[in-house]
């Protein structure tokens, strides 16, 4: 959700800036802008609503050079997607601010800004802050003093890039509640939202604390704590590869994810499993410790992590025994809930920014939870950072913004905590053993199910002028069915719904008619029989029926009703497998339609604000 780059050189930073922002375009945005200082210091902005190619086409009609500048895409909060809103924001042509995050506290701080005559050109709550710091600079600060007085002015969360006319020779960056990076150059020397914006230039990264302030230079990089104090911050060495960002062969991001998911999960296995069991020490030398005094699970996470966590949560009550809650961070941060004693609070999240599990995470250690655990898929995330524990899913950058295979990823490192908890209570040794085959052979279970694509592209047709369908499952399959229209309704813009298969009678029958596509997920498991009386229902009302059923559910093709066989799959990895032909059946659908697959209107990658 928006994307930053920053760059200070001894040479020409616009190409870098350009290629930052097309390598955060996974972040979802609606319009794009560069700022730059040339040899003279002179401030020179071009922006553009729309695409990152529509800020190209201006940039060849309106050239713009500089060896110090600041770029975005962003993506609306305040104010319609539009040129004036987008950003960088400037004031008095000599300062300009690109800035992630909410500024809760706009509206007064912009009330006492008109007051003072500055003159506002967007409905933006950025806007405010670049006047504040034009303001500091008025009263004789420099602009490293400037922002440290500007950032005490604000409410709310910020990533910011600043840069003056004034002082051409610095780029000052700071962060409270929305990431940001440095990478350092030779002679040169860059920020970002991310890792990924600069993989080309640098592989060397340091991450902001919260309340840091950064001053760059292209030879140097000074870091200030909230506190003021120059500080050294730890470099870190980034293993991304610019390939691993590349779409190669593959018409879309999405479609690359899907068919890497065999090798994220042999990655997020690699090193994790002994002959039999699960090696606890992959969640952190204070693990066993940790874990012995566990008897309840929270789990909090938002949107497709939110149905790993629900798929999780079957697990560690009928493995495990454990009392298992999952709750959507958004809603368990504003309420007031009772702390179980010796609880594991854990958290599910690809980015590791996503502003609501932060915030829950922040605010569970205030209410009295003492053991915290992260499962991520970035390891230099605020999440990770603050978490008492860590299971990183190792499912390699993801772009697309509809998740595909950090679900999956997340689902089998769930499996794992399940296991290491569960054999301190009910899990017996011969379970965590089958457990422990099963997931070895998982990757090339799911190249099997991915030999299915064809015939799934084939029955996706059938989808291509329908405007509701609903989704079908029972237990741990209930959550993948939420999953699989969450996929499809978030990049075709289908209406699907997700339900329990036995809640059919309390409402969602009355939908049911030949024009909506009714899709069921049906392992072979003890609830097989009441689910073929729930498939029953839908048919004698007319539905037309799509089942991905286990090829040994007994369950035939007939009319009205399309079965696709999956291949037989023990019960614990299950739910990772009949969630593959769903995301293809999204992806495909939503070709068929013509949709924006990476990126769908009004999304966002990572939501970094609330």
């Known amino acids: 959700m928006c994307g930053i780059v920053g760059a200070i050189a001894k ?22 802008g560069v700022a730059l200082l040339d040899e003279k210091a002179c401030l ?31 993506w609306a909060t305040h104010g319609e997607p539009s040129e004036s809103n987008a950003h960088p924001h400037m004031c008095e042509k000599s300062m300009a601010v690109v800035h992630n995050g909410i500024i809760e506290n706009y509206e007064k701080l912009k009330h006492a800004q008109l007051q003072d005559n500055y003159r506002f050109t967007s409905d933006t ?73 600069l993989i080309s230039e640098t592989h060397s990264f340091i991450f902001l604390e919260e309340g840091d302030i950064a001053v760059l230079k292209p030879e140097s990089v000074e870091i200030f704590d909230a506190g003021g104090q120059s500080i050294e911050r730890n470099v870190h060495e980034s293993q991304l590869s610019a390939d691993a960002v590349e779409r190669g062969d593959y018409a879309h991001y999405m479609l690359k994810e899907i068919y890497e998911q065999p090798r994220a999960i042999a990655e997020t296995l690699e090193g994790r499993l002994s002959d039999n069991k699960v090696l606890e020490g992959a969640f952190g030398p204070a693990a066993a410790q940790i874990f012995d005094t566990i008897e309840h699970v929270q789990i909090i996470a938002c949107g497709t992590s939110y149905h790993a966590g629900m798929v999780a949560r079957y697990g560690f009550e009928s493995l495990a025994g454990i009392p298992c809650n999952i709750e959507v961070a958004s809603e368990f941060r504003y309420r007031k809930a009772a702390v179980l004693p010796n609880t594991l609070f854990v958290t599910v999240s690809q980015s590791g920014e996503t502003a609501d599990t932060l915030a829950a995470l922040r605010a569970a250690k205030k209410m009295g939870f003492v053991n915290t655990l992260s499962i991520c898929n970035v390891p230099e995330s605020s999440l990770v950072r603050e978490s008492d524990l860590v299971l990183m899913t190792r499912a390699g950058p993801e772009i697309g913004v509809a998740s595909t295979k950090a679900f999956t990823t997340q689902l089998v490192a769930l499996l794992l905590l399940i296991v290491v908890l569960g054999r301190r209570h009910k899990l ?54 939420l999953e699989g229209a969450l996929k ?40 097989l029989d009441k689910l073929k009386a729930n498939l029953q229902e839908v048919r004698a009302r007319g539905g037309e029926l799509f089942v991905f059923a286990d090829i040994e559910s007994g369950i035939e093709p007939v009319e009205g009703m399309t079965v696709l066989n999956i291949a037989p799959t023990d019960k614990a990895i299950s739910p990772v497998i009949f969630t593959i032909p769903l995301q293809l059946l999204a992806y495909h659908v939503a070709v068929i339609k013509g949709t924006d697959v990476d990126q769908p209107r009004n999304l966002a990658k990572s939501v970094t604000v609330e």
């Open 11 to 32: 040479k020409d930073v616009l190409p870098v800036l350009v290629e930052g922002l097309k390598r955060l375009e996974y972040r979802g945005y609606d319009s794009a």
């Open 44 to 74: 020179k902005r071009v922006r553009t609503p729309g695409k990152i190619n529509q800020l190209e086409l201006a940039l060849e009609k309106t050239p713009a050079h500089g060896v110090v500048g600041i770029a975005h895409t962003r």
């Open 125 to 197: 709550d950025t806007e405010v802050i670049v006047h504040q710091l034009h303001k500091y600079k008025q009263q004789g600060k420099d602009l490293y003093q400037a922002v440290v007085e500007t950032v005490k002015d604000l409410e709310g969360a910020y990533a910011l890039g600043v840069i003056c006319s004034e002082t051409p020779d610095i780029l000052v960056a700071a962060r409270r509640g929305s990431p940001l990076v440095i990478g350092l150059g030779e002679e040169a020397n860059y920020i970002a939202s991310d890792v990924a914006a």
């Open 428 to 481: 017996e040794e011969e379970v965590e053993s089958k457990i422990v085959e099963q997931l070895r052979q998982l990757p090339g279970y799911i190249e099997t199910a991915l030999q299915l694509d064809g015939e799934i592209q084939k029955l996706a047709t059938r989808f291509g002028d329908k405007h509701n369908a609903l989704f079908l499952g029972r237990g741990e399959q209930y959550p993948v069915a």
């Open 488 to 527: 499809l309704k978030e990049i075709s813009y289908i209406h699907a719904e997700g339900y329990p298969a036995g809640e059919l009678k309390h409402g969602p029958l009355a939908l049911v008619d030949s024009t909506v596509p009714i899709v069921a997920v049906a392992p072979n498991d003890e609830m």
